[in-house]
């Protein structure tokens, strides 16, 4: 049983689209993380949130943190290729991160 | 850019073969990870060390052991490969953000194939 529920598991969308990929669990969690993993490469990080309600941009990405500190969401807003890849939440209910086995993303050009 | 590098990038073993990656670092970070990533299990904790010869186990650690007898150094052993471990392995260090935050930077990754 994981941990971390990513929906959705695989995403296809046209470029300049919108969309919203998720991370769900029943654990509270100290901080959550999102990564993105390009194929042939390790994660990168994206952002790290802490706080309950806890909204954070980065460019056209827009992560935000439940109020309950239990699921996060990210929103792209105008897709472009570039953002292809696989999409990871990470979590940490204690002093250990746990991932969900994420999203993966195509955006066709 | 953290420089972190795995060697090697690609190996074929057989089953019951000894094998070790390495995982080196250049910033002397004291956290480094070993974690295997598979289709539909994500990425799992192997392994992980908090200094030199202080290691401590993960969520997947049977049939791996782990040696760091320096700071830059963090190598992962299967003593006798199997099938089961041929998976994708990724080696982390922790590093702290602006926001005094830590997170991981990743490897590039060894994929492994026990045949």
């Known amino acids: 049983t994981q941990l971390l529920e990513q929906s959705p598991q695989f995403l296809s969308i046209q470029e300049g689209e919108n969309l919203t990929v998720y991370c769900n669990s029943s654990s509270v969690f100290s901080s959550l993380q999102w990564y993105r993993q390009e194929p042939g490469e390790g994660p990168v990080l994206l952002v790290t949130v802490v706080t309950g309600g806890e909204v954070k941009k980065l460019k056209r990405l827009t992560f935000q943190f439940g109020d309950a500190r239990k699921d996060s969401s990210l929103h792209i807003t105008a897709a472009q290729p570039g953002d292809t890849g696989l999409y990871l939440c990470?979590?940490?209910?204690?002093?250990?991160?746990?991932f969900g086995t994420g999203t993966s993303l195509t955006v066709i050009p | 850019d953290a420089g972190i590098t795995q060697s090697p990038r690609h190996k074929v073993t057989e089953t019951g073969t000894p094998v070790t990656l390495r995982c080196h670092q250049t910033e002397n970070h004291r956290y480094m990870y070993w974690y295997r990533q598979d289709p539909g299990h994500g990425l799992r904790l192997i392994h992980y060390?908090?200094?030199?010869?202080?290691?401590d186990k993960g969520e997947v650690s049977d049939g791996y052991s782990v040696s760091r007898s320096k700071t830059e150094d963090f190598l992962l052993t299967l003593e006798s490969a199997t099938s089961s471990q041929t998976s994708v392995y990724f080696c982390a260090i922790s590093v702290r953000d602006r926001g005094s935050n830590y997170g991981y930077t990743f490897g590039s990754g060894t994929r492994l194939t026990v045949v």
């Open positions: 990470a979590g940490a209910p204690g002093n250990q991160f746990y």
């Open positions: 060390s908090y200094g030199v010869k202080d290691t």
